[in-house]
Nanobody, 124 residues
Framework: QVQLVESGGGWAQTGGSLRLSCAAS????????MAWFRQAPGKEREFVAH????????NYADSVKGRFTISRDNAKNTVYLQMNSLKPEDTAIYYC?????????????????WGQGTQVTVSS
C-alpha cells in the first residue's frame, strides 16, 4: 500500500505561483511513477504532469508545458509541482497519484493510489 498526502494548494492571482507537495508513505520503494492530475468543476479529471520515481523522466500536458515543473525528492519521498504563470483556467482540485508499474502515464487507470486532493484557485 502507498499513502499520498498533498499540501500547498491555495489562492493566487493570474501570473502568480504556487508549489504543491505530495508526501508518499508505505511501499515507497516499489513506486515506479507519480503524477499530478486536476479536476475542475463539471469537468473530467485530467493529466497534468508525470515523473518516474527512479530516473526522474518527466512529461507534461500541453496546457501546462513551460509553466509547470514536476520534480521529486527520493530522500523525502516527496513529489512537487511548481506552478508559475498561473491562469484562471488552472483553477481545479489537484490530485497526486502513484503506481507501482510503468503503463500509460497520462491515463487515470494507470495509477492505483491517489491523494485526497488540494484546491488551487486562480483569480483574474
Amino acid at each position: 500500500q502507498v499513502q499520498l498526502v498533498e499540501s500547498g494548494g491555495g489562492w493566487a492571482q493570474t501570473g502568480g505561483s504556487l508549489r504543491l507537495s505530495c508526501a508518499a508513505s508505505g511501499r515507497t520503494f516499489s513506486i515506479h511513477k507519480m503524477a499530478w492530475f486536476r479536476q475542475a468543476p463539471g469537468k473530467e479529471r485530467e493529466f497534468v504532469a508525470h515523473v518516474t520515481w527512479s530516473g526522474g523522466s518527466t512529461n507534461y500536458a500541453d496546457s501546462v508545458k513551460g509553466r509547470f515543473t514536476i520534480s521529486r525528492d527520493n530522500a523525502k519521498n516527496t513529489v512537487y509541482l511548481q506552478m508559475n504563470s498561473l491562469k484562471p483556467e488552472d483553477t481545479a482540485i489537484y490530485y497526486c497519484a502513484a503506481d507501482l508499474s510503468s503503463g500509460i502515464y497520462y491515463l487515470r487507470r494507470g495509477y492505483g493510489y491517489w491523494g485526497q486532493g488540494t484546491q488551487v484557485t486562480v483569480s483574474s
